[in-house]
């Protein structure tokens, strides 16, 4: 059995024989408003390490240094050790959520322009909002890396949407982390799956996302399957 390193509320991180290399459990656990909401979603890590190591491969061949190794079937993946950044990024494309109810904007408005806010992972304080002084001010991040962070973000934002438009989907919004190597290269890790990014038909703007399970719409373990469908199509 692995040493267990980190659990968190959809993954669980052990160890291997390697130092610099960790394996990552894609759980079918889920949670929402702030872990108040909890339940299982059948087949979700399975979907999730699936998708995201697409995603994952496709941002590197952009370019885009990210922590994915290699896909551990069926809901594991091999990771590069990195410390994670304690500010988690959002790109918004699309009004939606946390944006809509803060700054009352219908839901489903195209923004002019991809939005990037910041919040601080922490649970004690309920993740806040927060900005690039914050950021400093705390100590979670130097400028110089969330200079780099920021940039990333935007690449990474221009690419996705690219990558979900071949599954006909849209975009709507995504929370990135990072993470930082021994040696000081930033990577994209975490995760990009229905957990973390609102994907909507482009066509009906239906919801395939974890807003299923967060608004009770049913049709939740099919809304994952079917991303995985479409990536696994668009990748040929
Ligand atoms: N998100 C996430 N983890 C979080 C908070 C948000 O993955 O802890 C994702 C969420 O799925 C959405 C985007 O970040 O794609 C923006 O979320 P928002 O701020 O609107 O908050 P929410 O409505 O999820 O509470």
């Avoid at 004690?124 to 100590?139: E, K």
């Amino acid at each position: 059995m692995m040493d267990r390193l980190y659990e968190g509320k959809a993954k669980i991180v052990y160890l291997t024989g390697e130092p610099e290399v960790l394996l990552v459990h894609f759980k079918d656990d889920a949670t929402a408003f702030d872990g108040a909401k909890r339940g299982t979603i059948g087949g979700k890590g399975y979907c999730n390490a699936h998708i995201s190591a697409h995603a994952f491969c496709y941002l590197e061949r952009a370019g885009v240094p990210t922590h994915f190794r290699e896909l551990r079937p069926p809901t594991d993946m091999l990771c590069t050790r990195v410390r994670i950044l304690p500010v988690e990024v959002v790109m918004r494309n699309i009004a939606a959520g946390s944006i809509s109810k803060r700054l009352g904007i219908e839901e489903g408005t195209d923004l002019p322009f991809p939005v990037l806010e910041h919040f601080y992972k922490n649970d004690d304080l309920h993740d806040p909002l927060i900005n690039t002084d914050h950021i400093r001010a705390l100590g979670l991040a130097s400028e110089e890396q969330m200079d780099a962070v920021n940039a990333m973000a935007r690449k990474i934002n221009g690419l996705l949407r690219g990558f979900f438009a071949q599954c006909g989907l849209l975009l709507v919004d995504f929370k990135l982390e990072f993470g930082v190597t021994s040696d000081g290269r930033i990577l994209l890790a975490d995760e990009i799956s229905p957990d973390t990014c609102r994907l909507w038909d482009a066509e009906t703007r239906a919801k395939l996302d974890k807003d299923r399970f967060r608004r009770d719409m049913g049709g939740v373990e099919e809304a994952y399957q079917e991303v995985l469908r479409r990536v696994e199509k668009a990748a040929g």
